[in-house]
């Protein structure tokens, strides 16, 4: 079973920056995409940004140019970079492993953008 655990996430006023880290329990090379979703407040989750085995990343249009995937096979863990954060990023951010056809999730973390 692949454990996900998410952490960075926090309280930060509009404007600022936050970076989440998702650390997996499998070997990097396993996972062929590493996605992020988030769940606002009182809505359904939704897909934010992902990053491929090639390095290839994708971002939803409200987040382009402000958030950055990267990945760092050496320790096992993505990164969301989060910068210039507004009060609409407020949210449970989770990260999402593809391997092969198998789906995993980890726990989520909090961020929460004060205006």
């Known amino acids: 079973q692949v454990q996900l655990v998410e952490s960075g996430g926090g309280l930060v006023q509009a404007g600022g920056s936050l970076t989440l880290s998702c650390t997996t329990s499998?070997?990097?090379?396993?996972?062929?995409?590493m996605a992020w979703h988030r769940q606002p407040p009182g809505k359904p989750r939704e897909w934010v940004a992902e990053v491929s085995d090639s390095n290839t990343s994708i971002y939803k249009a409200a987040v382009k140019g402000r958030f950055t995937v990267s990945r760092d096979n050496a320790k096992n863990t993505f990164y969301l970079q989060m910068t210039n954060l507004k009060p609409e990023d407020t949210a449970v951010y989770y990260c999402?492993?593809?391997?092969?056809?198998?789906?995993?999730w980890g726990q989520g973390t909090q961020v929460t953008v004060s205006s």
């Open positions: 999402n492993a593809h391997i092969s056809a198998s789906r995993y």
């Open positions: 499998t070997n990097m090379a396993s996972i062929n995409v």
